[in-house]
């Protein structure tokens, strides 16, 4: 009995889940786990795509063995030498030596500072559009640099209309037995771990992510084998407009996200109200998030998702709260852009850190635009902030209509 799913006639997936990693690069939670994936093609050459993580290794290992079922491993495509899937690369080696290995130039000088022992003579190069045979599938390479690492390659099997993603199209999660998107709620239990997966990782390179989509658009995908989360099979058009609206920094939805940060529930309680004042008005898509309990990695995916920012921070050390300033630190990092923002401060004297956000966004952030108004506390809401929170919620209103007209007008 082994963890092997068929993909097609002569396609299986050979990869596996990951439970035991708590931080994806040691940085992002996973609390849904994540799959390390893996094809295995038996045509008149036998070929394998990727690895994994060292840490599923010896599954993998026995995956291959099973579905190889005797036969010699002839090639392995290497798209992405991040380690998580370069990570059994020298125990393929070492158990079918006679394998060559199909990577890009920049993908062998990867393996080789990693330290892999792979040969010149087992070494195959590609680049941009070349092909190759492997029985009755051809295969076609497209570079896509900076998705995520500079060395990626991907790969088109022209004869099925596959798409090998690398990382494209993955997403955090584990897979558990399912494969295919269509074997799992996706937009319920999945997309979100998709844009956290994607936003923070390579959020970063929309412009890159933007030519390969173009790439993508030239051949007739009818399937996508990303590296991370579900194989792709239907409502391939569905998800690729979601890369789209990434990859160009374009709002999802219409609506609003409150990040909030409080030392002891002043602020939070402004941020609230302002909550309560947006539903009042009729604006329920609302979102409220500690930035003190909440991993920034949950911000960012927030803030790509939706189209409205509110910033509400006490003043923390004559500046920015900390856990608010790492934030727009991550805004920055990740290229985030063309996002409306409003700001709600709080001081019990010297209140400053709202013109400091404010120079932050206007100094590092491209097209964010601030609303005027904005709400200053003096340690807590009171009856004077009324008006200004009011005409806050009304402007946040009034903002939204018109982004809808610009976007109507440019639409006929
Ligand atoms: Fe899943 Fe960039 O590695």
């Not at 993580?53 to 599954?59: F, V």
């Not at 494209?168 to 494969?179: E, P």
């Not at 902030?385 to 809808?404: G, H, P, V, Y």
Request: glycine residues 6%; contains cysteine; proline residues 3%.
């Amino acid at each position: 009995m082994y963890c092997v799913r068929k993909v097609q006639d002569d396609l299986y997936y050979v990869g596996g889940n990951d439970h035991r990693l708590a931080l994806f690069e040691n940085i992002f939670p996973i609390p849904r786990g994540v799959t390390y994936n893996s094809y295995l093609l038996l045509d008149k050459k036998t070929v394998l795509f990727d690895s994994v993580d060292w840490s599923i290794a010896k599954e993998y290992l026995r995956n291959v063995e099973e579905v190889l079922a005797g036969r010699e491993l002839d090639y392995m495509v290497i798209h992405h030498m991040e380690p998580d899937h370069a990570g059994a690369i020298d125990e393929i080696v070492l158990r079918y030596p006679n394998v060559k290995i199909i990577s890009s130039e920049q993908g062998f000088q990867i393996m080789r500072q990693i330290g892999y022992h792979v040969k010149d003579e087992q070494s195959i190069i590609v680049k941009e559009g070349d092909t190759i045979s492997f029985g009755k599938h051809e295969f076609l390479f497209l570079e896509a640099p900076m998705v995520h690492w500079p060395e990626v390659i991907l790969s088109f099997d022209t004869t099925t209309g596959t798409l090998f993603s690398a990382d494209a199209f993955g997403s955090f999660g584990a897979l558990d037995g399912k494969l295919f998107n269509d074997e799992v709620n996706f937009e319920r239990d999945w997309l979100d771990d998709a844009r956290r997966y994607y936003t923070n990782i390579v959020g970063k390179y929309g412009p890159f992510v933007e030519d390969v989509l173009k790439k993508a658009s030239t051949v007739d995908i009818k399937m996508i084998c990303p590296l991370h989360g579900p194989v792709w099979r239907t409502d391939i058009a569905w998800f690729i407009d979601k890369y789209i609206h990434w990859a160009t920094y374009e709002p999802e939805e219409e609506g609003v996200m409150i990040a909030y940060a409080s030392m002891y529930g002043n602020t939070e309680y402004a941020a609230q109200a302002l909550a309560s004042a947006l539903c009042e008005r009729g604006m329920t898509n609302v979102v409220v998030y500690d930035v003190s309990n909440t991993d920034v990695s949950q911000l960012i995916s927030e803030t790509f998702r939706l189209s409205h920012l509110v910033l509400a921070s006490v003043t923390y050390n004559l500046g920015i709260y900390p856990k608010m300033k790492n934030f727009l630190v991550d805004l920055e990092a990740l290229n985030v852009q063309n996002r409306t923002v409003a700001l709600i401060e709080n001081g019990s004297w010297a209140c400053t850190v709202g013109d400091k956000m404010e120079e932050y966004m206007d100094e590092n952030l491209r097209m964010f635009d601030i609303l005027n108004e904005r709400v200053t506390l003096n340690t807590s809401l009171n009856e004077a902030n009324e008006n200004d929170m009011n005409a806050l919620a009304d402007s946040i209103i009034e903002s939204m209509k018109k982004i809808r007209e610009i976007k109507e007008k440019s639409a006929e």
